[in-house]
Every structure is written in C-alpha cells, then in structure tokens.
C-alpha cells in the first residue's frame, strides 16, 4: 500500500511564505514524477507544478511560476513545495500525487493539507 503524506499547510498573510511536504511511504511505492495539485472552494482541482525524480526537471503552471519552487529528497522519498509571495488566490486544498509510470495517469493521492491566505 502506497501513502503519501501532506504537511506544512496553515494560515498566512500575503506576501508571506509556506513549505509543503509530501512523504511518500510504502513497500511497492515506485513512482516516475510527483505533482502538486490545488482545489479552491467551489472550483476544480488544477494543476500547480509537478517534478521527475530522476531527472529533477520541473513543471510549473503560470500562475505559480517565480513565486513556486517544488523540489525532492530522492533518499527520503519526499518532495517539498515552498511558496513564496503568497497571494489570496492561492487559498486553497493543496494535494501531492504520485505518478507511477511515464504513460499512467497520477494513481496516489494524499489527504490534503489547507493552505489560507489572508489579505
């Protein structure tokens, strides 16, 4: 059984910063790249950046770019997200997922961890 497991979350202000960390535990747990995903009050989920561990390249959607970084511990199998010059559009349920293989879809979800910021 895969886990992935969210912290860091909280309330800010903005312009202010939060770390993200995902830990991703389990025999069988093998995975080509971890994504970050967000979901706002009465909106879908959206992308926000992703990351291959072997390679380390990152992806990043626009709205985030300069302001998000994600990064990975291959060692701990743990990937971060620091946020930096928070704006209250970011307010949001923020997820890590784990994608097993190049070709599948993102197959393991954390819990989530709330991320509030105020302005």
Do not use: H
């Not at 389990?26 to 971890?34: E, L, V």
């Not at 928070?86 to 097993?100: G, H, I, N, R």
């Amino acid at each position: 059984q895969v886990q992935l497991v969210e912290s860091g979350g909280g309330l800010v202000q903005a312009g202010g910063s939060l770390r993200l960390s995902c830990a991703a535990s389990g025999r069988t747990f093998r995975s080509y790249r971890m994504g970050w995903f967000r979901q706002a009050p009465g909106k879908g989920r959206e992308f926000v950046t992703a990351i291959t561990w072997s390679s380390g390249n990152t992806y990043y959607a626009d709205s985030v770019k300069g302001r998000f970084t994600m990064s990975r511990d291959n060692a701990k199998n743990t990937v971060y997200l620091q946020m930096n010059s928070l704006k209250p559009e970011d307010t949001a349920v923020y997820y890590c997922a784990s994608q097993t293989t190049f070709t599948s879809s993102y197959d393991y979800w954390g819990q989530g961890t709330q991320v509030t910021v105020s302005s």
